[in-house]
């Protein structure tokens, strides 16, 4: 089902470049406008230069964000920045990384995935999409005729036949990059480049289902691109990192929602709640506690993929904090949309949305796509910070979803809310382009 293909991918030299920590980011989305400043600065190669770059008053259609990016591309690659690699190739890219006191590495593979519609059923997406980035990333592809950051798919392989078969073709091979990034995240990078292995790994690819995890935006743009320039071949491909659903490594964090503005006050809100939820008060501002409050009364079981109810923190300010605990499983049947699977009407995210945003506080489908009321970060002490700032009136401290949620929701066809995982950590932007015009 799933195609794969090798790419001659475009990689800094730092002999020229300089050190390639100082080169790379994470990806655009979570790129701030003070870590943009910061990357400009770190490095005139930096690769924000090309997939995020500044924006300046007196840009026009000749001058802009997008037009500089081609430049400094084409100019990199001539002055040989940027090298391609000689012989096509697939990456086995590793990330080390801590969550909650322990050490984890996530082994992923870096090639070109065939585009495929996601009614064929090869490319799953699991999230809802905003039109006004896919126009920002359309302009950039359009611009520049290149993928500048994988997107993150991931595949199922409980055996982990091809995990063993990459740890075969490297094993005794140094990586061709190593080092840590700024959060003390370790990378490293393998080139895959003989034939025989590329073509076993495609091979054992062929029956799989890729699953979106991170990037549902540019796998669209990257689509409609395909399908409005069906003269350009390499379109047909997007550079994507496959990682193994079975990997010990792949770990999915919460996303905090964040009201700008509520329709009731503090004693109408908890009064509307307890319709459907238990609701109880909890005086803490103690970040730790309340993640480990809710996947308790959860019963969340991470490793087995199971949880035993739908449970939010309402978070008000002063210390405030109620837990929201869904006070029966009927509810879902009597007041969730009818026409969705059951998996995804007992998404954590999906009641939150239906059951307290559209129904309680007259936030539906539009208003979240603005992207004006509803905010979110997975940090949730930033999140409480901003509730007792004043720049926000409500925190909804969340759960994790759930891999095997992930899957479900996928396979059925459905996509799930806006921001329902943060899939941990993000791929490094930077280590390999993929470059099709």
């Known amino acids: 089902m799933a195609e794969i293909a090798p790419l001659h991918g475009l990689r800094y030299v730092e002999k020229k470049a300089g050190d390639i920590e100082d080169l790379v980011t994470p990806p655009y989305d979570v790129i701030d406008p003070k870590a943009q400043e910061q990357y400009y600065e770190r490095n005139p190669y930096n690769?924000?230069?090309?997939?995020?770059?500044?924006?300046?008053?007196?840009?026009?259609?000749?001058?802009?964000?997008?037009?500089?990016?081609?430049?400094?591309?084409?100019?990199?690659?001539?002055?040989?920045?940027?090298?391609?690699?000689?012989?096509?190739?697939?990456?086995?890219y590793r990330q080390e990384f801590g969550v909650d006191g322990k050490t984890l590495i996530r082994s992923g593979?870096?090639?070109?995935?065939?585009?495929?519609?996601?009614?064929?059923?090869?490319?799953?997406?699991?999230?809802?999409?905003?039109?006004?980035?896919?126009?920002?990333?359309?302009?950039?592809?359009?611009?520049?005729?290149a993928n500048f950051?994988?997107?993150?798919?991931?595949?199922?392989?409980?055996?982990?036949?091809?995990?063993?078969?990459l740890?075969?073709?490297t094993r005794g091979t140094p990586p061709s990059v190593r080092f840590t990034d700024e959060w003390g995240h370790g990378h490293s990078l393998w080139v895959i480049d003989s034939p025989d292995a590329v073509q076993k790994v495609q091979k054992q690819m062929e029956p799989r289902q890729?699953?979106?995890?991170?990037?549902?935006?540019?796998?669209?743009?990257?689509?409609?691109?395909?399908?409005d320039n069906p003269n350009i071949a390499g379109a047909g491909f997007l550079m994507m990192t496959l990682v193994n659903l079975y990997d010990p490594g792949l770990v999915i964090l919460p996303?905090?929602?964040?009201?700008?503005?509520?329709?009731?006050?503090?004693?109408?809100?908890?009064?509307?709640?307890?319709?459907?939820?238990?609701?109880?008060?909890v005086q803490t501002k103690d970040a730790a506690f309340i993640a480990g409050l809710l996947s308790e009364m959860a019963n969340l079981n991470e490793d087995e993929g199971t949880k035993g109810g739908q449970v939010f923190g309402l978070y008000l300010g002063n210390g405030l904090l109620y837990s929201l605990k869904l006070r029966d499983s009927s509810i879902i049947d009597s007041k969730m949309p009818a026409g969705r699977s059951k998996a995804w009407r007992a998404l954590d995210?999906?009641?939150?949305?239906?059951?307290?945003?559209?129904n309680i506080l007259g936030i539906g489908m539009e208003e979240l796509a603005g992207g004006e009321i509803i905010h979110y970060t997975r940090d949730a002490a930033e999140a409480m910070s901003k509730v007792d700032g004043g720049s926000h009136e409500l925190a909804f401290i969340m759960?994790?979803?759930?891999i095997s949620e992930v899957i479900e929701v996928a396979t059925n066809g459905e996509k799930m809310p806006q921001k329902s995982t943060f899939f941990y950590p993000k791929l490094i932007t930077g280590l390999v382009i993929n470059k099709f015009m």
């Open 399 to 402: 759960n994790p979803t759930l």
């Open 210 to 227: 890729i699953f979106i995890a991170d990037g549902h935006h540019r796998y669209e743009t990257a689509l409609k691109f395909a399908r």
């Open 47 to 92: 690769i924000i230069r090309l997939e995020y770059g500044l924006k300046y008053p007196e840009d026009d259609e000749a001058n802009n964000r997008y037009t500089r990016a081609a430049k400094f591309f084409s100019q990199w690659q001539e002055e040989g920045i940027l090298q391609a690699e000689e012989k096509p190739a697939i990456y086995l």
């Open 167 to 169: 740890d075969e073709f």
């Open 349 to 358: 995210v999906s009641v939150l949305q239906k059951l307290i945003f559209e």
């Open 149 to 165: 950051s994988p997107v993150f798919g991931i595949y199922s392989d409980r055996r982990r036949s091809i995990d063993l078969m």
């Open 255 to 281: 996303t905090h929602r964040l009201v700008t503005k509520s329709n009731l006050d503090q004693s109408q809100l908890i009064a509307a709640l307890q319709e459907d939820f238990l609701v109880d008060k």
């Open 109 to 145: 593979i870096i090639c070109r995935v065939k585009l495929e519609p996601y009614e064929k059923g090869v490319v799953l997406p699991h999230e809802e999409t905003m039109p006004k980035h896919k126009a920002d990333r359309y302009a950039l592809m359009t611009a520049c005729g």
